[in-house]
C-alpha cells in the first residue's frame, strides 16, 4: 500500500469506514502537542495555518469544546445582544461596514474664523483599511520573509514596522515604517558642540533623514530624550507621522500621559509574544494595561487626541477586536504572520538550530499570498463581531467595554454577595 499522504487528512474517518480489509487507523501526529507553548497552543497555530492557506474563517461544526474561561483574552467575551442592537450583515455585502482607522494626532476642537473657514491647523493622519498593521518579527527575520511580508503589507494597504539597519526596501517606503533609536537617528560628534542629525547612516547606507521625508510614517524606541526626537523629526518632515514605541511596565500610565500632553501623534504599546509585561512587578496582561492607558487618558480627558497600537500578544483575530475593546485604535501582529509562512513556532532558530520549514528560502510570492489570505480571514472575523454587535464602523468600538463581558468583573459581582457575611 502507498504511504498516506498525511498532510491532506481531513479528519472524516471515511478511509477508515471504507476499508474492506479494516487495516487503516487515524492517530494523532505524535508531533502536533509539541507546537508553540502554553500560549500559542498546538490550536491555535493550526487555525492560522488553515487561515493562510484558504482565506476561509475556520469553522469547528460542532460548537465551541473549550472551557468556558481562561487567562488573558479568554477571561473577555464580546457581547452579541442581538435582540436590543439590530445585527449588521457585512461579511455578506448586505450592509456596509467599515473597517477604516486613522493614524495620527487628533484636535481636541475645530475653531472657525469669521467667515467660517477653518482656522485650526489640522494635523497630517494616514487611514489604512483594517485595524491591523505588521511589527517587527521576533525572529526569522530573513530578507525573503521581509519581502513577502512587505508585498502583503502593500497589497492590503496598511504598514509594516522595520529595522532599517537590517533591512530597507525603497519599492515600499509607502508601507514601511523605520523603526529608528537616537543611535540610528543620529551620530554625536564628540569634537563638536552638538548632536549632528542629518548625518546619521544606518548600516544599510540610507540615511535616517532620507527614512522620514520618504517614508509616511516612523517610529521611534523611547528614551528620555525621546521628546527632542520627535520635535527634529517634526521640524525635518512635518507631514510624516511620528510614533512613539513604548513597553508596557508600571509607570507606562505617566509615560503616555507625559507624551500626549507633548503632542505626540501616536503611541505603539507593546508586551512580548505571549502578551506579558517584560518589565514589570506584576507581569500584567496586554488586556488589562490597555484598558487601564485608556481609562487613565479618558479621566484626563485627552483620549481622543491620541492614536494608541498595542501589539504583543495578538495570536487570533477575537484579540483584534478585544485589544480595540479595551481601548487602543489598532494593533500590530508579529508571531502570525510567520505562522502564516508554516512556521511552528518551535523556537529552533533562537537555539542556533535549522529551522525545519526553512524560512530563507520562503518564495515572497508565495509567502505574501499566505500572508494576504490570513488577513482577509482575519477581516471577516472582525466583520462578524461588529455585525453581531450592530456597529457600522470599528471605530466606535473603541473602548466599549459596554460591549464586552470580563470573568473577572461577573464573578466578583456574584461571588461577592454571596460571600460577603461569611
Excluded at 479528519?11 to 476499508?19: H, K, M, P, R, V
Excluded at 543611535?183 to 546619521?200: V, Y
Excluded at 515572497?364 to 450592530?390: C, D, H, K, Y
Aim: proline residues 5%; glycine residues 8%; aromatic residues 8%.
Amino acid at each position: 500500500m502507498a504511504e498516506p499522504v498525511d498532510y491532506r487528512c481531513k479528519g472524516c474517518f471515511s478511509c477508515i469506514q471504507e476499508c474492506p480489509r479494516e487495516a487503516l487507523t487515524i492517530r494523532e501526529n505524535t508531533e502536533y502537542p509539541k507546537l508553540g507553548d502554553s500560549y500559542w497552543t498546538p490550536e491555535i497555530i493550526s487555525s492560522n495555518w488553515y487561515q493562510a492557506e484558504t482565506g476561509k474563517i475556520p469553522v469547528s461544526g460542532a460548537g465551541y469544546r473549550g472551557p468556558f474561561s481562561g487567562e488573558g483574552f479568554d477571561s473577555m467575551w464580546t457581547d452579541m445582544s442581538e435582540i436590543v442592537r439590530p445585527t449588521r450583515d457585512g461579511i455578506h455585502g448586505r450592509e456596509y461596514i467599515s473597517t477604516v482607522v486613522e493614524i495620527g494626532r487628533k484636535l481636541p476642537a475645530i475653531k472657525f474664523d469669521a467667515i467660517g473657514e477653518i482656522a485650526s491647523p489640522i494635523p497630517p493622519a494616514l487611514n489604512i483599511p483594517m485595524p491591523i498593521i505588521f511589527d517587527i518579527s521576533p525572529f526569522g527575520r530573513f530578507e525573503n520573509v521581509y519581502e513577502a511580508m512587505a508585498k502583503a503589507a502593500s497589497y492590503l494597504g496598511t504598514f509594516m514596522i522595520v529595522d532599517p539597519d537590517e533591512w530597507f526596501n525603497k519599492n515600499y517606503k509607502a508601507n514601511l515604517v523605520p523603526l529608528l533609536t537616537s543611535q540610528t537617528l543620529r551620530k554625536f560628534d564628540q569634537n563638536a558642540s552638538q548632536q549632528t542629525f542629518k548625518k546619521s547612516l544606518t548600516k544599510n547606507a540610507v540615511l535616517s533623514n532620507d527614512l522620514i521625508k520618504t517614508c509616511k510614517m516612523a517610529e521611534l524606541e523611547y528614551e528620555e530624550d525621546v521628546l527632542s526626537m520627535v520635535n527634529e523629526a517634526k521640524k525635518l518632515s512635518p507631514g510624516t507621522i511620528v510614533s512613539v514605541r513604548v513597553p508596557f511596565g508600571d509607570n507606562v500610565e505617566k509615560i503616555v500621559e507625559e507624551l500626549t500632553y507633548a503632542g505626540v501623534e501616536v503611541i505603539h504599546l507593546y508586551a512580548d509574544v505571549n502578551g506579558r509585561a517584560s518589565n514589570s512587578s506584576e507581569q500584567g496582561f496586554i488586556k488589562d494595561m490597555t484598558l487601564n492607558v485608556h481609562r487613565h487618558l479618558v479621566d484626563l480627558k485627552i483620549r481622543d487626541e491620541v492614536t494608541l497600537i498595542v501589539s504583543g500578544g495578538i495570536a487570533m483575530a477575537e484579540h483584534v477586536a478585544k485589544s480595540i475593546v479595551c481601548g487602543a485604535d489598532l494593533t500590530a501582529i508579529d508571531l502570525p504572520l510567520l505562522l502564516a509562512l508554516e512556521c511552528r513556532y518551535c523556537k529552533d532558530c533562537l537555539n542556533g538550530l535549522p529551522c525545519p520549514v526553512e524560512l530563507k528560502e520562503v518564495n515572497p510570492q508565495w509567502g505574501a499570498q499566505r500572508i494576504i489570505n490570513l488577513i482577509g480571514a482575519w477581516g471577516n472575523q472582525l466583520l462578524e463581531v461588529l455585525g453581531a454587535m450592530g456597529l457600522r464602523e470599528v471605530r466606535r468600538l473603541r473602548g466599549e467595554v459596554g460591549r464586552a463581558i470580563f470573568f473577572e468583573e461577573i464573578e466578583k459581582e456574584i461571588f461577592d454577595k454571596v460571600f460577603a457575611h461569611v
